[in-house]
């Protein structure tokens, strides 16, 4: 269970208490703010704040235009003018704060992205909860052949089987050892009278990097996007990629039409080189162009057709 | 009247519309939620957005610190500890969005502040407004002599006089020729029929730096702490320092005890060198340190005399 | 002229001084260094410092990739992979110092980019330059009627001279009232003793957006790279798309590998929308399709037909 | 060995190429170029490569202050003024890229710090070495009782010895597993023909957060020493701080002027909260203060007694 019963009280107690505001306020994220949504076996993503709706980039990029936007009259399509046209900074000004409860080698991956304020549990001060990630079966991956940091088929029988009882003996061991040394239960309980302990800060670095982490993670949707835009990728590691699509549905319920313009310009669209253009052009001008005389490289084309949804 | 009838309405219209909200909310924020705080002869900062309060800070802090906080039994004696030891990313996780009015030459300074979000009203899309400033007499400085970007006394009689005369009469000059090179009149009717006019991209580098714009501005509590420290104090400009004293006021509506903190540790906090700090630990066993014996320049002397409130 | 004999005399003093270095080191770009490329009428661009060379970005992309990068083995083919599929760390493993001399309201564009590191003059110091930008007149563009930030056609005949002689004249006339509240000339002399001459941070006020500033601009390639993508883009604004062109050659001389993949995959690259493609896919399958029946807007429409180079 | 005779001749190739330059050069840096300075038991940090010198912070710092700055005769006084007034933007203006090799833990806290560029080393695409870190006995230190993220004494005897077993036990088991898991050794060859093995990016998680990767990392001046002034600071963890020291002696050879401003400003300056600097006061005008008429809470009180150096 990914949250604790102190935490489903305290999610309790917070949804139950409401204000009045004047700010701009979106009825359909209310309805999950604070509620934890599941992602992998132990992890969760959660809204604990957000600022602006979908007029706030309105609002933001009228300003910027001033009295010259006033010939676009609709809200939507000046959203869709924006994205289309990579206008970022409206975007900028709608901000989102998650509580977010991940394994620490997606930790690792997900820090990468620089512009977001984040405030991770210390395992300096506190003890970490004995919650650690196991695959389900299905995803547990062999290693691909040709994309070198890509999953092929999923593991069978005996070598599947043989895994699992690695990860989980591994994870379990370690743990055991990680509070023999810290001569501390996980609930704060003494092991043994007369030993010191080591201090945490040491004793955590025996713990795996399946081991679960928690953290404060407050972002401008620009940012956000650009980051589902990564993250939401069919290449990105599965791992990260369930949380991604956790978030883009909070974008979705946040920010309707900036989510609409997204999937139409970003996560459906594409880009081609100057190259690949040339031959769609060529193509389209009706000249049975192939691989050799492309001037694309044998990857790039078969990467093109793809685009292009056509078989070799 | 630094906001227009249109904007009024505006205003009106947003302040008499409330919703529900699960978010933390300040009462006393909200009261002057959109509000224009009127800051020099046309200029304002006004507050459209917020996310946050003091508890987030401390929400934040006890993320990372987990059970080890449980001892801190007290929300705003965490918040000082985390101001005095520089812990400053609790901070960043409370946001808000100003709406500001300012001449161009503060904008030049205010926008080397990097950490934030920033949507401009832009002359290349629309009319700039026949708007500009002029100092008040009492703040018409003359060059100071030491300090060689600061100002000293008030220019008196008839240099003050000429002074104020030059810079209306250029102003004033500037924006018709702006207008008649756009052959465009403010209210946006055209002047002369068969002229074209030029761009406004163009135009406007006819207009001098003391015109205002206006933009959003986004940011977090801490980056906006670091730029009021710098921007509130006696050395900034004068015509930037009254925004940051506005936006001082609004820091202690919205978060009061990181206000308190803020003023303990670091707008009423001070800074000493090593060496300095060497001069008060010997005047402290009774030395009568002088400046030559010392080991400070003449001038880190006087600003250490001045701190520790000893007239030379 | 837009550099000093000064300053002429500081950089041949720079450029005479050669030092053994074990760095990376780029002699087409060692051949330029500290020399002024002359942009407009009075501003420049020279690098007066770098970090890095093409090797160095596949050096970063070998350490992300460690072993696995044996079977990539031409550098040329990692960059241009390492771009086309936007792996933007290993680009900022690499960085560029320009000094800039440019129009005020150049650089309030400029300054936007965020990512960069910057010692502008200061006017609060020392006394701006008499120099200002007037646009030659192919450049006296006209305001455009469609695209309401854009230029249309060149304005001809009086109203040309009118707009020449107004810019012209109000830069010089902003200036004179600038020396006489200063009570000092540009070369630092007293104009009228007994005058105490207002303070420089309030008298450069009245000066114009056409005055000229100079900068430090530092950046790291990923960041210039982004920056010349939106500022050598015809969109861009003629005046600060000058400054970018000349950078691009910079680009070119410096990383010269890197130079090809940024022409290949952004310059000359393009990006389409999920729907762009749809009718991409259809009229490849031969299907007629109309503007009316693709999905797209008429301007979509337009703008996907131009990027395909079909005529209407 | 921290490094391998691979990398070893690697660096010596490198080091025994020079070449001619017109930028700075620093001697006493170029004579560490390249050369690993080892922390640890297996890690480093090298220098890699550099931009500017004392002198490039001068001439940034002359550009903003243009004919200002004229009078400040000595570059090293004008680099202690910046220093002492927290004019950050000047050492921006210089960079360093090191290659670091540090534990995992530790750059979980390294990478906190956003201002900067990196590139680690990718475990999705190749396989982490056999090297964990394991502290010496005279680091392994015991949990602190007051400080709650710090150490204590150090574990002695029967307690020490099982520490160290259990984490050299624990980090060789999971190593061997990760290797099984793999179907791979860390030579590349396979184990046991027929079976697939597990994806690298799965396989790395049941890697202890002792295991070492690497990365480049990339900083401005400026930046780089904000993160030494936490980082070299006596609370940091002892395995983060070493780091910090390593580079501190970088440091001092790359801008030795900037090195002793910030010894004289940071490293050995303190800061006074409001009410401390008034006990301050009041102490030197001969007043027997005592914690109660203070106004500082106990832990203030203690922690100014320390900085003036009085036992209580």
Redesign the interface.
């Known amino acids: 269970m990914p949250i604790t019963p102190e935490q489903r009280a305290e999610i309790d107690r917070?949804?139950a208490?409401?204000?009045?505001?004047?700010?701009?306020?979106v009825p359909a994220l209310?309805e999950i703010?604070?509620e934890p949504l599941e992602v992998l076996d132990h992890g969760f993503v959660r809204v604990?704040?957000?600022?602006?709706d979908d007029s706030?980039v309105v609002?933001?990029?009228r300003?910027?235009?001033?009295?010259?936007?006033k010939?676009v009259t609709e809200d939507a399509g000046l959203i869709k003018y924006l994205m289309?046209h990579r206008h970022s900074?409206?975007f900028?000004?709608c901000?989102i704060?998650f509580?977010v409860k991940l394994?620490?080698?997606v930790a690792?991956q997900w820090?990468?992205h620089?512009?977001a304020?984040?405030?991770?549990?210390?395992a300096?001060?506190?003890?970490l909860d004995r919650e650690f990630?196991i695959?389900t079966p299905e995803n547990?991956?062999?290693?691909?052949v040709v994309n070198?940091?890509?999953?092929?088929?999923v593991?069978q029988g005996d070598?599947a089987a043989?895994?699992m009882k690695?990860?989980r003996d591994?994870s379990e061991?370690?743990y055991a050892?990680y509070e023999?040394?810290?001569?501390q239960r996980e609930d704060?309980t003494t092991i043994e009278e007369g030993?010191?302990?080591?201090?945490?800060?040491?004793a955590?670095?025996?713990?795996?990097?399946?081991y679960y982490t928690?953290?404060?993670w407050?972002v401008?949707l620009h940012n956000l996007l650009h980051f589902l835009s990564l993250r939401a990728d069919p290449h990105a590691?599965y791992e990260i990629r369930v949380y991604a699509e956790a978030m883009l549905d909070v974008v979705k319920r946040w920010v309707p039409a900036v989510f609409d313009a997204f999937?139409?310009?970003r996560?459906?669209?594409?880009?081609?080189?100057?190259?690949?253009?040339e031959v769609?052009?060529r193509?389209?001008s009706g000249e049975a162009v192939t691989q050799e005389a492309s001037g694309l490289s044998k990857r790039?084309w078969r990467e093109l057709m793809d685009?292009?949804?056509?078989a070799e």
Do not use: C
Not at 17 to 25: D, G, I, K, N
Not at 117 to 122: A, K, L, P
Not at 124 to 127: A, P, V
Not at 180 to 183: A, F, T, Y
């Open positions: 917070l949804r208490v409401t204000a009045t505001t004047r700010r701009a306020t209310e703010l604070y604990v704040d957000y600022m602006g706030a609002q933001a990029a300003v910027s235009y001033g009295k010259g936007t010939k289309r900074t409206p900028e000004m901000e704060k509580h394994p620490i080698f690792r820090i990468r620089r512009t304020n984040v405030n991770e549990y210390s300096r001060y506190s003890i990630y695959p547990l991956g062999a290693q691909a070198r940091q890509g999953r092929g088929d593991l070598e043989s895994v690695l990860l591994d061991m370690v050892h023999e040394m810290l001569n704060g030993r010191q302990g080591l201090a945490r800060e040491l955590r670095m025996n713990l795996t990097l399946n928690q953290w404060y407050k401008d590691q999937s139409e310009y996560l459906g669209g594409t880009h081609m080189s100057k190259t690949g253009l769609v052009k193509l389209l790039e685009q292009l949804g056509r």
